[in-house]
């Protein structure tokens, strides 16, 4: 894509109100852009990125046999009076919708009253058992205070996968199967020596949840992580829910020292048991016809939040700094000449052509007619992982001059030899 042609602009200054690192790098450059408190649009350079993590998050669901489902965003009161969290003072971040006559609807921030529903018109036998659906889908939560920029938010783009089985011990396996998906896709992201796998509450099923925690300076969440873990190469850790009942750490984390550290929430699993299932009448006859309900597991991953993270994770003082799994383009080219005809412009052309051929997904900067510095600035600003700069100087050291954006490393290449 040539940037002349993106009907976005990046800028110097960050907007007042942008609170978060996440709010203020990714509004500077162009990626996305605040409707009001908590909902935000994603702009065309944001959108790949975007769209690059969402791919991640589904091939590895895909891998683990789940079934992609596009379940409604809006759910009849009654599903929600159902299992109880139609009030507001159970459920509060539950948007109330006022719909035509005295009817109500919900603005779905999870789908627990959706997906049982629909999963008990077609399962019934411990032959359709045990299985898993997702779906990737924007939420909403009515949040009090809607702050941190793309990492709490109104409006949300996430996964949440159900998974459904007819019994305890194959609910585990499931569990741990999701665990490893997990543990995937955080390794796709660059994310792994930050993650921390981390104990939370389990409600009345399970004695634990878990929780998988992005270590950020400015984090909303505190943790509490295993020195013992650490040392043994496992990054596990505690919310401060569980850390306050002492009584649990030792057994849980295998040690009595922890650390504190600030983090973000990426994604969160549990074990739900029957919860669910019973208010719907969700069961399954075994194979000498008993009728039981059907355990369900849940496991969400936050699509949108996750940008948010990583843009916040690797960042400098100069701007994003994207990992190439999720990056907008994966080459930068800004060539430095006065107008189409310099040579600098028209080998700058030819590379940008040459590695969009190969499958390269490559920015070329045409804006001639901008500084140099602020051009130079935009490419640090917008996070690329390689820029390229073409000018007639490098062009007489033989060639062109290629910066890796994360360690700064600058070297001249002979075009042909960019990324060969």
């Not at 596009?70 to 009076?81: F, N, T």
């Not at 690797?314 to 999720?326: C, E, I, M, N």
Request: charged share 25%.
């Amino acid at each position: 894509m040539l940037l002349s042609h993106l009907f976005t602009r990046t800028s110097k200054d960050a907007a007042a109100d942008a609170k978060s690192i996440n709010a203020e790098l990714l509004t500077r450059g162009g990626f996305i852009n605040k409707t009001m408190a908590g909902v935000y649009s994603f702009l065309p350079l944001g959108l790949t990125v975007l769209r690059k993590i969402e791919q991640i998050v589904r091939e590895e669901m895909d891998a683990i046999g789940g079934q992609e489902v596009l379940m409604s965003a809006l759910a009849p009161r009654e599903y929600w009076e159902k299992t109880g969290r139609w009030d507001k003072k159970v459920f509060e971040p539950l948007f109330h919708v006022p719909a035509a006559g005295e009817q109500e609807y919900a603005l779905n921030p999870t789908h627990e009253e959706i997906v049982v529903p629909l999963v008990a018109q077609f399962v019934h036998s411990y032959r359709d058992l045990p299985f898993g659906c997702y779906q990737i889908q924007t939420k909403f939560r009515n949040e009090l205070r809607a702050k941190s920029g793309i990492l709490r938010g109104r409006e949300f783009l996430m996964k949440d996968l159900y998974s459904f089985h007819p019994d305890a011990a194959c609910l585990d396996r499931y569990y741990e199967k999701v665990q490893g998906a997990y543990d995937k896709i955080f390794q796709r992201l660059e994310l792994t020596d930050r993650t921390y796998l981390t104990y939370a509450s389990g409600g009345s099923f399970s004695p634990y949840s878990h929780e998988y925690q992005v270590l950020l300076p400015q984090g909303e969440d505190a943790i509490f992580v295993s020195i013992e873990a650490e040392k043994q190469g496992k990054r596990i850790a505690v919310n401060r829910e569980i850390f306050d009942a002492q009584k649990t750490v030792c057994p849980v984390t295998g040690g009595k020292e922890f650390r504190e550290e600030r983090a973000s929430e990426a994604a969160n699993i549990f074990k739900l048991g029957t919860k669910f299932s019973e208010p719907f009448k969700l069961t399954f006859n075994d194979e000498k016809g008993a009728v039981h309900p059907i355990l369900m597991g849940c496991y969400g991953i936050g699509i949108s939040r996750l940008m948010g993270i990583i843009a916040e994770a690797f960042a400098d003082k100069a701007g994003l700094v994207w990992p190439a799994s999720v990056a907008p383009a994966q080459v930068l080219i800004v060539p430095l000449a006065k107008d189409e005809q310099e040579e600098p412009f028209t080998v700058a052309q030819d590379l940008y052509r040459s590695l969009s051929k190969k499958g390269v997904s490559c920015l070329l900067d045409d804006r001639l007619g901008d500084s140099v510095g602020s051009r130079l600035n935009d490419a640090d600003l917008l996070g690329v992982p390689t820029r390229v700069v073409v000018s007639l100087k490098s062009l007489k050291a033989g060639g062109v001059e290629v910066k890796d954006r994360r360690t700064g490393k600058v070297e001249v290449l002979p075009a042909g030899k960019v990324l060969a």
